[in-house]
C-alpha cells in the first residue's frame, strides 16, 4: 500500500531564517507530486507540482522552491522566511490522470509553519 | 481571482436539515472532485465527477456536475454532526497536471 510521509509536523522559526521541509511517497513510482499552503480554515494554495524527477512547476511567485531530488522524494525550501509564509503546508501525490480525469490525491500529514 | 468559487462560504445549521454547497467556474474542466477536511489533516476525497450532467451517491451526499461541466453542487440529506468539516472543490482545466482547489465551505452541524 501507499504512505506519504511528510515532517516535520511543527516548526516555529524566526523571520529570515531558513526551511526545509520534506516529503517522501511509498508504494508508488512516477507520482505527480504537490505542495500546497492553507491558510487557517481556508481553501489549498497550490505553491509547486512535479510531474518527475527534476521537473518543478511553480505556480506563486514567493521566496520558496522546491526540488525532486529522487522519483518519491519532494522537498520545500526557502532561504530567508517572512511572516507571510506562515500556514499549514500540505504534501500530496497522485498518480498523472488518465485522459484529463483527475486521480485522487493522498494528503500528507500536513507541517504547521509558524514564523515569528 | 479563483478559478473555482465556493459559496458559501461558511454555513452552520441543525441536525437532520438539507444543504447544498457550489462549485462555480467560468472554466470547463474534464472532472472535478469533491474533497472534506478535518482541522490539522489532509483533505480526503470524496468523489469524482466527470460526465457532464452526472449526479453521483455516497450515502447522504449527493453530487452533481454541470451539464456544461463548469460547476458542480454538493447536496447533503439530514446532515449529521459527523459531516463537519471543510468542503473543498478541485479540478484541472487544460493542462491536466496543475490541480487547483477552490476556498472552501466550512460546514458546522450543530446537534
Known amino acids: 500500500s501507499q504512505t506519504i510521509h511528510q515532517w516535520p509536523a511543527t516548526l516555529v522559526q524566526p523571520v529570515g531564517s531558513p526551511l526545509s521541509l520534506e516529503c517522501t511517497v511509498e508504494?508508488?513510482?512516477?507520482?505527480?507530486l504537490y505542495w500546497y499552503r492553507q491558510a487557517a480554515g481556508r481553501g489549498l494554495q497550490l505553491l509547486f507540482y512535479s510531474v518527475g524527477i527534476g521537473q518543478i512547476s511553480s505556480e506563486v511567485p514567493q521566496n520558496l522552491s522546491a526540488s525532486r531530488p529522487q522519483d518519491r522524494q519532494f522537498i520545500l525550501s526557502s532561504k530567508k522566511l517572512l511572516l507571510s509564509d506562515s500556514g499549514f503546508y500540505l504534501c500530496?501525490?497522485?498518480?498523472?490522470?488518465?485522459?484529463?480525469?483527475?486521480?485522487?490525491?493522498?494528503f500528507g500529514p500536513g507541517t504547521r509553519l509558524t514564523v515569528l | 481571482t479563483q478559478l473555482l468559487e465556493q459559496s458559501p462560504q461558511f454555513l452552520s445549521i441543525q441536525e437532520g436539515e438539507n444543504l447544498t454547497v457550489y462549485c462555480n467556474s467560468s472554466s470547463v474542466f474534464s472532472s472535478l472532485q469533491w474533497y472534506r477536511q478535518e482541522p490539522g489533516e489532509g483533505p480526503v476525497l470524496l468523489v469524482t465527477?466527470?460526465?457532464?450532467?452526472e449526479v453521483k451517491k455516497l450515502k447522504r451526499l449527493t453530487f452533481q456536475f454541470g451539464d456544461a461541466r463548469k460547476d458542480s453542487s454538493l447536496h447533503i440529506t439530514a446532515a449529521q454532526p459527523g459531516d463537519t468539516g471543510l468542503y473543498l472543490c478541485a479540478g484541472a482545466p487544460g493542462g491536466y497536471q496543475k490541480v487547483t482547489f477552490g476556498i472552501g465551505t466550512k460546514l458546522q452541524v450543530i446537534p
Open positions: 508504494g508508488t513510482s512516477n507520482p505527480n
Open positions: 465527477v466527470v460526465t457532464g450532467g
Open positions: 500530496a501525490w497522485s498518480q498523472p490522470p488518465i485522459a484529463g480525469v483527475l486521480n485522487e490525491q493522498f
